[in-house]
């Protein structure tokens, strides 16, 4: 990939500020800031690697003007009542779940937490627990079967009786 120039770059900013106002988005508070991104632009051996770290600046501070105040896991943004996170999942390489797992947190009368681990929901830490060491444990378990099987067959397809 061919690196711009801080030339480059800040006519880019430049004339995204200005486009910028022509929609009426302008405003002291946008030529300052397009005024410091510049300015950080212009200063830096590495306009692109700048512009990243701005981005991913920016990026972090809207996760966290949004994050969730109630369930540091909560994936959910702006005012809501019901709280969740779906997805934590290993997929298979028919790019489907094998395993997923979550949390849901409702509102209202039957208001309750629950984390979930495929279709089995857990309302408390213990029980999450247990069953979360059963699956480390059937893991092992399947490491070991895996090292037997293939060990076997290996042992098969280069004639060992073993």
């Known amino acids: 990939m061919t690196s711009l120039s801080a030339a480059h770059v800040i006519a880019q900013l430049e004339a995204d500020h ?3 106002g022509a929609i ?3 405003s002291p508070a946008l030529d300052a800031f397009y005024g410091g991104v510049i300015d950080v632009v212009a200063g830096s051996p590495d306009p692109i690697a700048a512009i990243s770290a701005i981005a991913e600046l920016i990026s972090c501070e809207r996760r966290e003007q949004h994050a969730c105040p109630s369930y540091r896991d909560c994936t959910e943004t702006g005012p809501h009542f019901d709280h969740c996170r779906h997805n934590l999942e290993v997929t298979g390489s028919n790019g489907r779940p094998v395993l997923e797992c979550g949390m849901v947190a409702n509102s209202g009368e039957n208001m309750r937490s629950i984390v979930y681990i495929r279709d089995e929901e857990f ?4 029980s999450v627990r247990a069953k979360t060491t059963e699956l480390r444990n059937l893991l092992h378990q399947d490491d070991e079967m895996a090292d037997r099987v293939f060990a076997d067959g290996h042992d098969r397809l280069h004639g060992s009786t073993g």
Do not use: K, P, S
């Open 18 to 20: 200005v486009a910028a």
């Open 24 to 26: 009426g988005l302008g």
């Open 123 to 126: 309302t408390d830490v213990v």
